[in-house]
Structures are given as C-alpha cells and as structure tokens.
C-alpha cells in the first residue's frame, strides 16, 4: 500500500482555510439554488466572483506556507545543483498556482 505524504505545508494552521472552504461550498450551493430560482444574472456572477475570489485566498495561503518550507529548505541545503532542483520545483508550482 502507497504511503500517504504529508504536505509541505502541515506545519501551518489550516483551520482559516477549512472554514473559507466551508463557506465556499455554501456559496456554490446558494449560487445553484440561485439559477434554479432563476435569479437576476448580475447576482449569479456576483455571487460567482465571490467564490474565485475566495478559492484564490485559500490557493495563495496555501502556496505560501509551501514557500516558506521551500526556503527554509533551500537555506539548508550544501549542494548548489540540490539548491537549484528545489528553486525549479518551486517555480513550477508558482507557474501552475498563476
């Protein structure tokens, strides 16, 4: 059986985002119960704008307790080509969270 890996960034405290969460999955639920009131479009997409936003501040949270691992990790590491290996890894992700 495949061991589950802990994430880079357990060492912060999810809860804030657990309850963003929350409460985006509450808004993606008034926002259904919306169309199927068949509510003034400009509420939807207000509505809609409001759950990007809010998913956008649980990524970047997210992606900054990893980067502050990452550097911590970086400062530590001896060898310059594991230095580089570990600023392309975070690269990546920078591209993929943009």
């Known amino acids: 059986m495949k061991e589950k890996r802990r994430a880079e960034y357990s060492h912060i405290d999810r809860s804030n985002e657990i309850k963003k969460l929350n409460r985006v999955v509450g808004q993606v639920e008034g926002i259904r119960k919306m169309l199927d ?17 809010a998913l956008r501040s649980v990524e970047a949270r997210i992606f900054k307790g990893y980067l502050e691992v990452a550097l911590d990790d970086i400062v ?7 230095r580089a290996e570990k600023a392309a890894e975070m690269e990546e992700l920078f591209k993929q969270a943009s």
Do not use: G
């Not at 009131?37 to 936003?53: F, G, I, M, P, Y």
């Open 37 to 53: 009131e068949q509510r003034k479009l400009e509420d939807v997409l207000t509505q809609c704008k409001a759950v990007h936003s």
């Open 76 to 82: 530590r590491l001896d060898k310059k080509k594991s």
